[in-house]
């Protein structure tokens, strides 16, 4: 008989995020269109990141999450909180497949840097309600900064050249990691989305059109992971979300992992990976061949 673990990852296990109740669009909605003041929507955000929490002990998970109820998309939030940069409605939109927009684009109008603890408050509230389950953080990986809009999306006046930013924003990812580590978590989730998007021919094509230059994107990005990564306190377990992009049912990329496989299982310091697998569109189980053999 298999002894259960006590530590996470954990056998049944989720990455975040739980479908947003309708009292909570409903607050939300009102809010956004200011009919309802802020701390309104913060008791509705709480009563129903309360009644998740249960659900989710309720049902035998080993760790819960706030299902990002505090949030309007997984990723903006956060990044919006890092020093420098910017949340704004573009006039073009980012399209998921179906021709499904999503409306907000970020860009850097000074210097990344991490002096506010954004989300630090999330954490605590969760850790404060949890009884049985260990309580889970979810952050976006630091390349959310700047796959998404790339160096057009990035001051030349503040960054001449790229490399000062990676910089900066692998030292600010290092102080948000020790920030939930000094807050007591012990389970924090990078969302890393865009080495997913790395694997598709499409996505790929995409950045060079715009004028990236792709060659060390991956390197790049496994650099600015592990200076995050090792902020972690010693007990912290980091974990690793990888997906194509998921939003009502649609997606952005496609392919497999083979691309990225050696440098996702070798080069970067995760302790766990929760990933797509098994389908058309993420492909199938040979790049796990690449995985470290271990106990």
């Not at 309708?22 to 309360?50: F, M, N, S, Y």
């Not at 073009?92 to 179906?98: A, D, N, T, V």
Request: glycine share 8%; charged share 25%.
């Amino acid at each position: 008989m298999t002894t259960p673990r006590n530590t996470p990852p954990f056998r049944a296990d989720h990455v975040g995020s739980l479908l947003r109740p309708k009292v909570l669009q409903e607050a939300r909605a009102k809010w956004k269109a200011g009919t309802l003041p802020h701390d309104a929507l913060r008791e509705v955000e709480d009563k129903c990141i309360i009644a998740a929490i249960a659900k989710q002990e309720e049902i035998g998970l080993r760790a819960a999450t706030d299902g990002e109820y505090r949030r309007a998309y997984w990723h903006y939030d956060f990044v919006a909180g890092l020093d420098g940069v910017e949340i704004y409605e573009p006039e073009q939109k980012i399209q998921f497949q179906g021709n499904v927009p999503l409306g907000h684009k970020l860009r850097v109008n000074g210097k990344i840097g991490w002096t506010k603890p954004v989300m630090i408050d999330h954490y605590q509230f969760l850790a404060s309600h949890v009884r049985t389950a260990v309580p889970k953080q979810t952050i976006p990986s630091p390349s959310v900064v700047h796959f998404r809009g790339g160096r057009e999306a990035i001051d030349r006046a503040t960054y001449p050249s790229m490399e000062p930013f990676f910089a900066d924003l692998g030292v600010a990812y290092n102080k948000a990691v020790s920030a939930f580590g000094a807050a007591g978590c012990r389970y924090l989730q990078l969302d890393e989305v865009n080495i997913a998007y790395l694997c598709d021919p499409e996505q790929i094509a995409m950045l060079k059109a715009r004028g990236e230059h792709v060659e060390d994107i991956l390197g790049i990005y496994a650099r600015m992971l592990n200076q995050a990564i090792a902020g972690k306190p010693e007990g912290m377990t980091i974990s690793m979300h990888l997906c194509r992009g998921n939003f009502r049912s649609t997606w952005i990329a496609s392919g497999g992992y083979e691309p990225v496989a050696e440098v996702l299982f070798n080069q970067i310091n995760s302790d766990a990976y929760f990933m797509e697998y098994d389908t058309e569109r993420a492909g199938g189980f040979e790049p796990l061949r690449f995985v470290p053999r271990g106990p």
